[in-house]
């Protein structure tokens, strides 16, 4: 109890002084770059006393946590790029919803602020000089025009009187005081943790949703992978293997026992069909080249199977993307030209993929019949959801008579 209780008077008692200083950097600096914002002065003024808001508002959080022992997470800022323009660095600052809140703190705050501090010193010297009046209370001058309060109530005038009210006094203050001055903090502490790091518990709540959903795309990314290549490694395998030996049971059987011979055609038909259906089966999941040579190597190998005449241009950093990125890459460069081949009738087409401001954008063209569109019941609603799914955006221009242009941009950021 006495920790706190001394805790948070020296919250009390330090933030007053910081309060009254960020109010009069606060109504000072808006003050001035309100009234010169007609000039080249008044932005560079306003942008000033953002960050000074910010700092006093950094002061507070630190209080917080060190005197108080409490929560008082800090808040991410908005910065700008390195690359951008004197005016839009002035700019963003203002533009933060935190800064804002950081102003709002500066002025209301100091309100709640010597409030408080003055509660909490007027509570301090009562509690102290009461219980200590006996000490001192004998030399005050006492003329005949003045009056103490116990006389001023009606209890007399006499020092004992005095003694006995001061002392009673001084200890029911000082009985209350842990009270007082928690209920003093409080007022200060829940104006300050609303305004200040309300935002930051929000952002955390964010950063963890963002980190999990990294996460499941990752674990995902990296299941489908392993399930292509045990696919392709085990019942693949087995399948080609089966079908290689009922081919040469068929040929064993020869023409004396046809209805041997028909029984391991059918079967022969059905293993090259389930074959057939499991490499498109592992198709759809992630293609073997991609895990094991890259997405450089995967789409250069799309480009070569293509039956159209294609033009593959592929500008990629040297670190590679994340898996779930790649993945989704892919497979709108696979699925955009399996469209091509099956449904625009072109007679050439071209990929083109690059990245740029950490967004990879993948571009299928080519000049077939057109008509093409992402409404239910097309081949493409099936690539626009693995684009959302991505956070990307999917655009098709396809307009009758052609050309067709499939724009996929994609963050590339995990």
């Excluded at 700019?91 to 010597?114: E, K, M, N, Y």
């Excluded at 395998?237 to 026992?257: E, H, T």
Aim: charged residues 20%.
């Amino acid at each position: 109890m006495m920790r706190r209780l001394g805790r948070e008077t020296a919250y009390l008692m330090v933030g007053f002084p910081l309060a009254l200083a960020a109010f009069v950097t606060v109504v000072t600096g808006l003050s001035v770059g309100a009234g010169l914002l007609i000039t080249v002065i008044g932005l560079p003024v306003l942008t000033a006393t953002a960050y000074a808001a910010r700092g006093f508002a950094q002061l507070e959080r630190v209080q917080i946590r060190n005197l108080l022992q409490q929560d008082a997470p800090d808040v991410r800022y908005r910065s700008s790029q390195p690359d951008v323009s004197l005016f839009r660095k002035l700019i963003v600052p203002l533009a933060d919803p935190q800064t804002w809140l950081d102003l709002v703190h500066a002025l209301v705050g100091f309100a709640t602020a010597t409030f408080a501090w003055s509660v909490a010193v007027s509570w301090w010297a009562t509690a102290v000089g009461g219980l200590a009046f006996p000490a001192w209370g004998w030399a005050v001058p006492n003329g005949r025009d003045n009056q103490d309060l116990p006389e001023l109530v009606g209890f007399g005038s006499s020092y004992a009187v005095k003694v006995v009210f001061y002392v009673i006094t001084g200890l029911i203050c000082a009985a209350s005081l842990p009270f007082v001055i928690h209920a003093m903090t409080q007022l200060r502490v829940v104006l300050s943790r609303s305004l200040l790091s309300s935002r930051a518990s929000e952002q955390q709540q964010v950063d963890q949703l963002v980190e999990g959903r990294a996460a499941a795309r990752s674990a995902e990314a990296g299941a489908l992978r392993r399930l292509e290549r045990d696919i392709h490694d085990g019942p693949q395998q087995r399948l080609v293997r089966l079908s290689i030996d009922l081919g040469r049971a068929q040929k064993q059987a020869g023409v004396d026992n046809p209805q041997l011979t028909g029984t391991l055609d059918a079967a022969l038909r059905q293993t090259q069909d389930t074959l057939e259906e499991l490499r498109a089966l592992s198709r759809g999941i992630a293609p073997p080249v991609l895990s094991d040579r890259g997405l450089r190597a995967a789409l250069e190998e799309l480009g070569a199977r293509s039956s159209i005449p294609i033009e593959v241009d592929i500008f990629l950093p040297s670190a590679p993307l994340p898996d779930h990125v790649e993945t989704a890459i892919y497979f709108v460069a696979s699925e955009a030209l399996t469209n091509v081949a099956k449904h625009s009738g072109a007679s050439r087409c071209s990929l083109t993929v690059d990245v740029h401001d950490h967004t990879v954008r993948v571009r299928v063209t080519d000049d077939g019949r057109g008509g093409a569109h992402v409404s239910k019941g097309h081949g493409l609603i099936g690539l626009q959801d693995r684009v959302r799914a991505a956070d990307g955006v999917l655009n098709v221009s396809s307009p009758a008579g052609g050309p067709t242009v499939i724009d996929a941009e994609l963050p590339c950021e995990s």
